[in-house]
Structure formats: C-alpha cells, structure tokens
C-alpha cells in the first residue's frame, strides 16, 4: 500500500476497500432514495463537486477515493484532513459501486441533507426563489437549480412530488449549486405559494398558455420586486390550481418558428429576466461614482 501524503488521515488499514468492505457496501446503498431518506445522507461525485462540499462546512462525513485520484486532487484529501474527516482509499471496482457514471472521475463524499426549513429560508430575505413543482426527471431539477444559482436565487425549492434532490443525477446536474443555496423540500406546493406572498414575494407561474407575456412584465417594471417563480414537469406542465394560484401566468414568447421551449430553457429565461430586473438601477438613481450633470 502506498504511503498516504502528508497531512492525510488514510482508514485504510490492511489495503484500498474493495466493493465489499462494510463501508462501501454502506455508502453505495446511498443510491437508494429510501437509505438516503433513513440515514439523511447522500453521495456527491467528482472533484467538483466534493470541492464544493468540503466548501460548506460540516457538510461532508467521509471521501473516498482510489490511490491515483487522491494522489491527482490533493487539496481535496488535504481539505478533508484539516476538517478530521476520513479519507479511504478504494479500488477502481470500489469506486465504480459508489458512482453511476460511465467514467467515474476517482472521488465520492458522503455528504449530510442539506434540508432548509421554508420558514428559515424566507426568514433570509431572498429576493429570487425557484420552485419545482412535479419536476421528475432529476436532470431538469438539477439544471434548474444550477440556473436558480447563477440567476443569483437565495432558496430553490423541491415542491409536492418532485424528484428528490439528493438523486445522483440531480446533484450531478447541479454542478455542485446544490451546496450554494438553500435546499427546501416542502410537502405543499399550495402551502409553498401561500408561504412566498406572505413573505411578500411575487409569485409567477410559467406555462406556455400564459396570459402576461414575460417581456412585457420586464418592461413594465413588474419583475424589479422580490418573486417566486414555479416550474412545472416538462410533460405536463403546473397542476391547473396551482397554476391558479400564482399572481400571474407567465408565457416566454418565441419570435421563431419553435414550438416551446424546454424547461431548463424556459427557467433560465425567467430567472435571468428577474435576475437582471433586480439589478437594474431604480429610476432617479445612478451608478456608484457617476455624477450628475
């Protein structure tokens, strides 16, 4: 067994953990959503990932990877080390069980749930909040929160029966936002509406039948304030009630020949729009440093 780099804490006693080693065998079940469910653990795969894991402290409990990869992404075994987490060296086909991608790039954390209360979360402040409501395909969830990250959104939350964003794919697609925001699983989608307008936030519905086109909501001002904005499955869009139940039914408008746009397509239109109102100076104000004439 090679001798681990300083500054490492190695559990691997007698050589790398093979598939059956007690915890591999442990951590792989974390695939599951029913053990993810039981433990509040999951498993976030790749450097990029586990360096943004490591970022939000007392997120990760332990990394495993094989010998080459640790050796190839030190600052990831040395942030671990310095956070007295366990790092364990795993064979290839250890480390193939704990990933489900095609090629696994050498490292997996086991990390915490990353569950925010609503309440706690709208206690913040946000002014930008993303609601999945019935999303399924984990792949749209995860890019959806990515683009409610860089759309600057303080909360994205996982409404009713929307995919479960500790699944592999999910966080995968994230690229690793799943750790910037606050992560709301919220049982209501109604009780998510009711909960946004109480904290006095717009709430926006997107559906392709919409009766207020999003150009025109931007240029009247109307997106300047705090908002919530709904996505629904790609499939089937926002339960009628709860589409209802919005301020407003939003529509993104297609100047081409398209017929619609796909759900990560259209929640990034959405909350780049907000994100770009919100930023927008207020009438009468003037850039820091800029004078008057």
């Known amino acids: 067994m090679q001798s681990p780099p300083r500054g490492r804490r190695l559990d691997a006693v007698t050589g790398p953990f093979t598939p059956r080693t007690p915890r591999v065998v442990a951590a792989r079940r974390l695939h599951r959503r029913r053990d993810r469910d039981a433990t509040g653990r999951f498993l976030a795969e790749g450097p990029q990932a586990v360096r943004e894991a490591l970022d939000r402290t007392g997120t990760v409990v332990e990394l495993f990877g094989t010998p080459a990869a640790l050796d190839r992404h030190a600052d990831l075994a040395a942030g671990a080390a310095r956070a007295d987490l366990p790092v364990s060296e795993v064979t290839d086909e250890a480390l193939a069980a704990l990933t489900e991608t095609v090629t696994p790039q050498g490292v997996v954390a086991v990390c915490r749930h990353l569950d925010v209360p609503l309440d706690a979360a709208l206690a913040r402040g946000p002014r930008l909040v993303a609601v999945l409501a019935g999303i399924r395909d984990p792949g749209n969830a995860g890019t959806v929160l990515r683009?409610?990250?860089?759309?600057?959104?303080?909360?994205?939350?996982?409404?009713?029966?929307?995919?479960?964003?500790?699944?592999?794919?999910?966080?995968?697609?994230?690229?690793?936002?799943?750790?910037?925001?606050?992560?709301?699983?919220?049982?209501?989608?109604?009780?998510?509406?009711?909960?946004?307008?109480?904290?006095?936030?717009?709430?926006?519905?997107?559906?392709?039948?919409?009766?207020?086109?999003?150009?025109?909501?931007?240029?009247?001002?109307?997106?300047?304030?705090?908002?919530?904005?709904?996505?629904?499955?790609?499939?089937?869009?926002?339960?009628?009630?709860?589409?209802?139940?919005?301020?407003?039914?939003?529509?993104?408008?297609?100047?081409?020949?398209?017929?619609?746009?796909?759900?990560?397509?259209?929640?990034?239109?959405?909350?780049?729009?907000?994100?770009?109102?919100?930023?927008?100076?207020?009438?009468?104000?003037?850039?820091?440093?800029?004078?008057?004439?």
Do not use: I, M
């Open 147 to 293: 683009t409610a990250d860089a759309a600057g959104a303080g909360a994205v939350v996982f409404a009713g029966d929307t995919v479960d964003p500790y699944n592999g794919k999910c966080v995968r697609a994230s690229a690793g936002s799943l750790f910037h925001v606050d992560v709301v699983r919220a049982a209501d989608p109604q009780d998510v509406v009711d909960a946004l307008r109480a904290a006095g936030l717009t709430v926006l519905a997107t559906t392709g039948y919409g009766d207020s086109d999003l150009d025109d909501l931007a240029d009247q001002g109307r997106l300047a304030g705090p908002t919530g904005w709904l996505f629904g499955a790609e499939a089937h869009g926002l339960p009628g009630e709860l589409t209802a139940a919005a301020d407003a039914r939003v529509r993104v408008p297609l100047h081409g020949r398209a017929e619609s746009l796909n759900l990560a397509a259209a929640a990034a239109v959405c909350l780049y729009a907000s994100a770009r109102a919100l930023r927008r100076p207020r009438s009468g104000a003037h850039p820091a440093g800029e004078q008057v004439t």
